[in-house]
């Protein structure tokens, strides 16, 4: 039988426990970094236009919508935002502050109907300081917790996320968002 090398598994852990590390939230590598702030740069702006599969869509509102985060913090990890390229959470009109709130909330039941978490970490990291990998297209964070799960998130950070595990996801959230709706 052969057996991985535990060097396969990503550096060796620090022992510390991280409850929040929005470091990890920045897209790994930078491939995916739009390379300016402008709309047509944009990868936030481009996924709505396009399927749902192919863009990780979730779910739509009118104002906002929900996609999965390619690079997941956690199985589950969703984002929120809004279809305006805007950067500060200040920018939000009254109505795309509310649904971006209303479809958080959502997305928290969706997520526990469907993944049972023992918590969430919600949060925005306003600009790229604060660790936002797309600081100009506003987007709030949704992380599904369990007890224990700080112990492989560093593996997890450093591992590319299987599209076919994403693509399942996806199909798993967008479904069960549908049956809430009917
Ligand atoms: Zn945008």
Not at 55 to 61: C, P, Y
Not at 75 to 85: A, D, Q, T
Not at 91 to 102: F, K, M, Y
Request: hydrophobic share 40%; aromatic share 8%.
């Amino acid at each position: 039988m052969e057996v991985d090398p535990a060097s396969a598994f990503g550096p060796r852990e620090d022992g510390m426990e991280r409850l929040w590390t929005p470091h990890r939230m920045v897209y790994i590598g930078g491939e995916a970094k739009p390379a300016d702030s402008t709309v047509g740069a944009c990868p936030f702006c481009r996924i709505p236009q396009g399927d749902d599969e192919q863009g990780l869509v979730v779910a739509r509102g009118e104002r906002c919508f929900v996609i999965l985060n390619l690079y997941p913090y956690n199985s589950g990890h969703l984002m929120v935002l809004p279809y305006r390229h805007v950067s500060d959470y200040t920018d939000l009109d009254e109505a795309e502050t509310v649904e971006l709130a209303v479809l958080t909330q959502k997305a928290i039941r969706i997520l526990g109907v469907v993944y049972a978490p023992a918590g969430f970490n919600i949060g925005m990291n306003q600009g790229a300081v604060a660790g936002a990998g797309i600081a100009a297209h506003l987007h709030q964070h949704l992380v599904p917790r369990w007890l224990g799960d700080a112990n492989f998130l560093p593996v997890v950070g450093q591992t590319k996320a299987l599209p076919e595990l994403l693509a399942d996801t996806r199909r798993r959230l967008a479904d069960a968002w549908g049956r809430e709706e009917s």
